[in-house]
């Protein structure tokens, strides 16, 4: 295990020091929270892939391989569906807004009044997913190194929390490049022929297996349905998504990176899913489902290439863990500390805007990592993120971007009602029911329709001006730069 322990340190380190280089590029707000909107393709399609892909999509997508078989792939095509679908149809009109949150686009749209109700939905959903990511280390940095949950939590998360303290989303942006190199390699390159290979081959896992473990539709109509619900429209409209279009270079660039990084998230989905199958094959009778990807890795890679893949593990939790604290940050920031306090400044008064998010950032980290080590059921903590999102949000989001005869009472309204239907419905049927997403989403709906007709319509000067943003026309407010130090 020395070896693996080696691959596993270097790799830590490296992330430490990318956070520390990328500190040296954040000199503005616009630098430190979206990357001073300058990435090409390559860059984007990477960094875009590693965020969307989490240990949820990896350790999870594995487990439900190891559960259903070759449909356990449909919870990660669902999110790859729904990352084309952005990237085909809203992403570029997204960049070229040049905003900073999801709250500041409904504030463009509908006259400046959804701003910290929205902000408030939006960082509880952020906070849960960045909580979720967290808690993963404790599988893994457990299989690395024996550690208790509290201390693995506490390890990951602090990495974590280091670099993107220091360089914001630049520093996320470089972590999350390597990452998704390693999350290739580790994954798709090492981790799947191997487990194929070890199982016998596809005859045998077929010879091994129950039929409906090789059914597409095996996991079942209605659970897909749910997950299209949950996490392809979740993916249209997440603060952590969002702000990665954010980075884009071009609106080209937001649209076609997209659409190659929802491609190969296809094809990580069916990866994992027949890592799952070959597991069951090798490992009948595991207790949990979720176990699978790291018994596999222990019990049938060889040394090195077992560092590598743990790596890669943990590159998948670390990129999903850094898009989410980021963009929880950002949201407490900019759509609630500031609107909260009231922006009481005086023209030429100093302002480090780069100091105030980094303090968030490091706010919000430890926030994330007390939860984690208080929160232990990772599924429920993630259901109860993506049903607040999507049935408080999705429709005042897309409704401002389809719809122009959409209010800001409308708005407003739909993200309440959403939003307690949501919580109120996951009370009565129970956390992981499918009702408070059905039903949530349908009143949420209502709602905005209905409140909006009965409204007068958005001011002409407001949608005005909204045209010129979605046109690119309108120009990026300028940040203050940070001031030099002497």
């Known amino acids: 295990m020395a070896v693996d322990y080696l691959v596993i340190v270097v790799y830590l380190a490296g992330m430490l020091a990318m956070g520390w280089w990328g500190m040296r590029r954040a000199r503005s707000k616009s630098e430190f929270l979206v990357a001073g909107r300058r990435l090409g393709p390559a860059m984007y399609s990477g960094t875009m892939a590693a965020i969307v892909l989490g240990g949820a999509s990896t350790i999870g997508g594995v487990g439900l391989g190891y559960q259903y078989g070759l449909s356990g792939a449909w919870m990660v095509v669902t999110i790859g569906l729904g990352l084309l679908a952005l990237s085909v149809l809203f992403s570029a009109r997204i960049a070229r807004l040049k905003v900073y949150t999801v709250s500041e686009m409904l504030d463009l749209r509908y006259g400046g009044r959804a701003g910290v109700i929205s902000g408030l939905v939006m960082w509880a959903y952020t906070l849960m997913l960045a909580v979720t990511s967290t808690i993963a280390y404790a599988t893994i940095f457990d299989v690395l190194f024996d550690v208790n949950r509290t201390l693995a939590i506490i390890l990951g998360g602090s990495i974590v929390v280091a670099y993107s303290t220091l360089g914001g989303m630049w520093s996320i942006t470089l972590t999350d490049m390597v990452q998704f190199v390693v999350k290739t390699i580790g994954v798709l390159l090492l981790l799947l022929p191997i487990a194929v290979v070890k199982a016998g081959g596809f005859s045998e896992m077929k010879a091994q297996l129950p039929t409906e473990y090789f059914d597409p539709l095996g996991i079942g109509g209605e659970t897909i349905f749910t997950y299209v619900l949950i996490y392809t429209f979740g993916m249209l409209i997440g603060q952590d998504i969002w702000q990665r279009v954010f980075t884009a270079r071009s609106d080209t660039t937001a649209k076609w990176g997209g659409t190659i990084s929802g491609t190969y998230c296809l094809a990580y989905a069916v990866a994992g899913a027949i890592i799952g199958t070959a597991a069951k094959v090798l490992y009948p009778d595991l207790a949990n489902a979720d176990d699978a990807f790291a018994t596999i890795v222990k019990d049938e890679l060889p040394v090195g290439v077992r560092g590598l893949v743990l790596a890669a593990a943990l590159a998948a939790v670390m990129s999903t863990s850094s898009g989410a604290l980021i963009a929880c940050a950002t ?87 959403g939003g307690l239907a949501v919580i109120g419905l996951m009370a009565g049927y129970g956390i992981l029911a499918n009702e408070p997403i059905y039903y949530g989403l349908l009143a949420s709906l209502a709602t905005y329709v209905v409140v909006s007709l009965a409204t007068p319509p958005t001011d002409a000067a407001v949608l005005a001006a909204w045209r010129e943003r979605l046109a690119g026309r309108a120009p990026e407010p300028v940040s203050d730069p940070v001031p030099a130090s002497h």
């Open 331 to 417: 949201v407490a920031n900019n759509d609630i500390w500031a609107r909260l306090r009231g922006v009481v400044r005086r023209s030429g008064e100093p302002h480090d805007e780069v100091k105030g998010n980094r303090a968030f950032i490091l706010l919000m980290g430890a926030a994330v990592i007390c939860a984690s080590i208080a929160v232990n059921n990772v599924v429920e903590a993630l259901t109860v993120a993506y049903n607040l999102l999507v049935g408080g949000l999705l429709v005042p989001i897309l409704g401002g971007l389809l719809w122009k005869r959409g209010t800001a009472q409308g708005a407003l309204a739909a993200v309440a009602v």
